[in-house]
């Protein structure tokens, strides 16, 4: 079972091993694991110019005390061997959200850290943190907002010689009372500076930053919305905004918005395809009870507007406790969805569901040990197999893991 090869290869990582290798199979099938002493959260991965890949998230096997969090990166190769990992931050919360290879081959880190010179509890910053390609600290950009928290969520390309930096900050309501949450990003040039800002604001509304893409006159940002911030009975609603490429809002679409239920949507990840012109948003929705199911929605960005009749597709999977935490799109024109499955009260699996292009599935799989297991990102492999990057938990800790399946899922025959 793979549940108990599991816990053996993490006996091994516990006993000293920075990456356990199982040999591979005729299907090139591996489990690896990435990290130190104790907890590695990772949040994002990418591909990197050489074949592998370069993963981002937090640790915290750094630190004196063990709530302390630092940056953490972490460079595997194509056979998800460790090349290099590395720590980074300030004396509090330091936390890693995204990561790009430059053309110069470094590496953009975004997220936030926690500063406590402005407030007694500490205030978050927009962060961006710069590595070389064999993991040299370079230099740290911070983007701050006098009395307000901010967190960078998100990198993205605007041109050759400029990018966006996007995430949320936290700002006073100029109605009513208490605080909200909404969308901003920095336009940047290759070397890090500012040029300008963005914000897509909201009225009395928490709008928490998912993601953002560019189209070529536009960009598209995902987040999870609630309209009332006061009222915490108000269900959560995925949310997609068109702004033009100088932070104008243009579009605003609110997914099941009219519902009569109770239900919460959560987004986790949307993927743009340039030459369709169609987003595919993978998510979470959980009903009054509960329970949860994958949530997954498919919509045209030809226009100016999203609305219902540019939906191909809606589905929510009722097959399980599943959720759904990351998408990418297959070289047959379909899906892989990635997320985790409930097995009993604090156990879930990693949870790995194909579909086809119309959102029919084709296969599911899930495989973990005891403990909650949680899978984060998946990435098609030049072989047509699937590299799913995981957090799992062993004794308390969480571990940064690598599971390469074959095209049908499996790791082991």
């Known amino acids: 079972m793979i549940r108990s090869f599991l816990y053996y290869s993490l006996i091994l990582f516990c006993l000293g091993a920075c990456a356990v290798d199982v040999t591979p199979n005729d299907s090139k099938a591996y489990i690896?694991?990435?990290?130190?002493?104790?907890?590695?959260?990772?949040?994002?991965?990418?591909?990197?110019?050489?074949?592998?890949?370069?993963?981002?998230?937090?640790?915290?096997?750094?630190?004196?005390?063990?709530?302390?969090?630092?940056?953490?990166?972490?460079?595997?190769?194509q056979?998800?061997?460790?090349?290099?990992?590395?720590?980074?931050?300030?004396?509090?919360?330091?936390?890693a959200n995204a990561v790009m290879e430059m053309p110069n081959g470094d590496f953009w880190v975004l997220g936030y850290t926690t500063d406590t010179l402005e407030t007694a509890s500490g205030r978050t910053d927009f962060t961006l943190h710069i590595r070389s390609a064999n993991g040299d600290s370079l230099s740290t950009r911070y983007f701050k907002i006098p009395n307000l928290s901010s967190k960078g969520k998100f990198i993205t390309k605007m041109?050759?010689?400029?990018?966006?930096?996007?995430?949320?900050?936290?700002?006073?309501?100029?109605?009513?009372?208490?605080?909200?949450?909404?969308?901003?990003?920095?336009?940047?040039?290759?070397?890090?500076?500012?040029?300008?800002?963005?914000?897509?604001?909201?009225?009395?509304?928490?709008?928490?930053?998912?993601?953002?893409v560019k189209d070529s006159d536009k960009l598209?940002?995902?987040?999870?919305?609630?309209?009332?911030?006061?009222?915490?009975?108000?269900?959560?609603?995925?949310?997609?905004?068109?702004?033009?490429l100088f932070g104008n809002i243009g579009g605003d679409y609110i997914f099941r918005e009219q519902d009569n239920v109770s239900s919460s949507d959560k987004a986790e990840q949307v993927i743009y395809d340039e030459t369709s012109k169609t987003c595919v948003v993978v998510g979470t929705t959980s009903d009054g009870?509960?329970?949860?199911?994958?949530?997954?929605?498919?919509?045209?960005?030809?226009?100016?507007?999203?609305?219902?009749?540019?939906i191909n597709f809606k589905r929510i999977e009722k097959?399980?406790?599943?959720?759904?935490?990351?998408?990418?799109?297959?070289?047959d024109g379909g899906f892989i969805i990635v997320g985790t499955k409930l097995v009993k009260n604090e156990d879930t699996d990693i949870y790995l569901l194909k579909i086809d292009a119309e959102g029919n599935e084709q296969w599911s799989k899930t495989f973990g040990g005891a403990g909650l297991d949680e899978g984060v990102a998946v990435r098609e492999t030049p072989d047509g197999g699937f590299l799913v990057v995981a957090n799992v938990l062993f004794k308390n800790n969480k571990v940064a893991a690598l599971y390469k399946t074959d095209k049908q899922g499996v790791i082991f025959k």
């Open 32 to 77: 690896k694991f990435i990290g130190s002493s104790r907890d590695e959260i990772i949040k994002s991965i990418q591909p990197t110019s050489d074949g592998g890949f370069i993963l981002v998230g937090s640790t915290t096997s750094f630190r004196d005390k063990k709530q302390d969090l630092d940056f953490y990166i972490a460079k595997v190769d």
């Open 79 to 95: 056979n998800g061997d460790k090349q290099w990992q590395h720590n980074w931050g300030l004396k509090l919360a330091d936390e």
């Open 220 to 244: 598209l940002w995902l987040g999870d919305m609630k309209r009332q911030v006061q009222n915490p009975t108000i269900p959560k609603r995925i949310r997609i905004a068109f702004t033009d």
């Open 289 to 310: 009870s509960a329970s949860k199911d994958v949530c997954l929605l498919k919509f045209s960005v030809v226009g100016e507007y999203v609305d219902e009749t540019s």
């Open 159 to 212: 041109s050759d010689t400029e990018f966006l930096l996007a995430g949320d900050f936290t700002q006073s309501e100029t109605t009513g009372s208490g605080q909200s949450i909404d969308m901003r990003a920095y336009k940047v040039n290759a070397n890090g500076n500012l040029l300008d800002t963005y914000t897509a604001l909201g009225i009395q509304t928490d709008d928490i930053l998912v993601s953002i």
């Open 319 to 331: 097959a399980g406790e599943e959720e759904g935490k990351g998408i990418y799109a297959t070289s």
